[in-house]
């Protein structure tokens, strides 16, 4: 072995130390100060609380000053975009949903939406399935900013904050389970429409939560606004302007809260959010602080956005009339919940030879899409999630990639914490909210 091969240093005939790379271990040496160089490496993460999933932050600091950081991500990878390709479009929702898990109705609605797009079909989606749509979204950005509000208050010591984030968010999740079965992971957009109606039950609880609601956002304000330390932890901290934002391609409430209006639901609306009346809530400063105050301004937002869904929901189908594409929403469950019910069954085998063949490709194969590609993006929690389809004309998808918001977002913590103190990494990574489910997916 040649003295190059060596995983080590080694000294030449001529007494000089070289590394493997063949770098000069002597040059490298005269560059660091050993006595006054007090810059060293922290790894902060992988771990689960404080870098809000499986992250992990590598830090140079010199003293408690952060003069690099770098984002290391793909702990969580779950090959979800891979996996769309051996499966029916149909079969689709069920994958992407699980991408991004606090916004799992987000991931499905702009999934729905693109193959919708390639279908044709955008404008005869029915007027009671686009209002459920919205109502579902809402909801679930509320839990999700939530869910912010709690994590980022623990992370910054606010204990008291967790537990009464989690609280609300399960009284949502309690609506979903009402509505779809799931507390998470739902399945429940669909190309077409949606799985099932909303039950009468669930209008009731969703009607409760939002009178509940703004007294519970007055505790929050009294518990963190006016306290000093939540103050001084939040305020001028991980400040990036409108200028880095859009450099970086950054979106959603850490756009706004720099100041720029830029909310997908009004700038390039779908789903009749035009027909709504919301503000787009901003904030002036660009730190951690007004991350904090446009979510909060969101969520009152979002309720207002449920309330009108509700006054809009009129008797109809939830799915569009094309049967090949409905299926399998209209498929009628035994009474073991395991398979098709023997009325269904009975009608099936008891028509013409076409309809049994007709029935089991559907199962099989699914429908297919014609050929093309589409680009739909709608306003998820954390900014533009952006849906890329390309079908080759078959039943199940050639492509389908995103363009995920925390993965995207993620670029800006060096921005945010280079020249900052290494305990405002954490308040920086949280108010950017990043889930690694979707950010790896």
């Known amino acids: 072995m040649t003295t190059s091969n060596y995983a080590s240093e080694r000294e030449t005939d001529e007494g000089r130390v070289f590394t493997v790379t063949g770098g000069d271990w002597d040059t490298i040496v005269a560059g660091t100060d050993p006595i006054n160089d007090e810059r060293i490496v922290v790894n902060m993460g992988p771990q689960h609380p404080s870098t809000h999933g499986v992250l992990r932050l590598i830090l140079e600091l010199e003293g408690e000053t952060v003069r690099e950081a770098r984002s290391v991500i793909g702990y969580l990878h779950t090959g979800i975009e891979k996996n769309l390709e051996y499966r029916n479009w149909v079969q689709g929702s069920t994958f992407v949903t699980r991408m991004d898990y606090l ?86 957009v669909r190309p077409g429409g949606v799985a099932q109606d909303v039950p009468d039950d669930a209008i009731v609880k969703i009607r409760e939560f939002l009178k509940m609601m703004p007294k519970k956002l007055k505790e929050y304000e009294d518990l963190l606004s006016g306290q000093p330390i939540w103050t001084e932890r939040t305020k001028n901290v991980a400040v990036l302007d409108v200028t880095g934002c859009v450099a970086l391609g950054i979106t959603g409430p850490v756009l706004r809260s720099a100041g720029l209006a830029w909310d997908l639901r009004k700038t390039m609306p779908y789903c009749g959010y035009e027909t709504y009346e919301f503000d787009v809530p901003t904030h002036p400063d660009g730190d951690v602080w007004g991350r904090y105050q446009v979510r909060l301004a969101e969520i009152r937002e979002s309720m207002k956005l449920v309330e009108q869904a509700l006054d809009r929901l009129r008797p109809g189908p939830v799915m569009v009339a094309d049967r090949k594409i409905a299926w399998p929403a209209q498929l009628a469950i035994g009474v073991d919940g395991m398979g098709n019910s023997l009325e269904h069954v009975a009608k099936i085998m008891g028509q013409s030879m076409e309809s049994l063949i007709h029935h089991f490709k559907l199962v099989t194969e699914g429908f297919r899409v014609p050929p093309g590609q589409v680009y739909v993006a709608i306003e998820a929690p954390r900014g533009e999630l952006g849906v890329h389809a390309v079908s080759d004309g078959g039943t199940r998808p050639y492509r389908v990639h995103y363009r995920e918001p925390s993965f995207v977002n993620l670029q800006a913590l060096p921005a945010m914490a280079e020249g900052g103190l290494i305990a405002d990494v954490i308040a920086g990574g949280a108010s950017l909210d990043p889930v690694m489910g979707g950010c790896d997916r």
């Open 103 to 188: 916004a799992p109705i987000f991931n499905e609605t702009a999934y729905a939406l693109a193959v919708e797009k390639l279908l044709g079909i955008t404008d005869d989606i029915t007027e009671r399935a686009t209002t459920i749509r919205v109502l579902m979204m809402e909801l679930n950005r509320i839990s999700s900013h939530l869910v912010w509000l709690a994590t980022t208050g623990m992370e910054l010591g606010a204990i008291s904050i967790m537990l009464y984030g989690f609280r609300e968010r399960e009284y949502i999740l309690d609506i979903f389970e009402t509505i779809t079965g799931l507390r998470m992971n739902h399945a429940y």
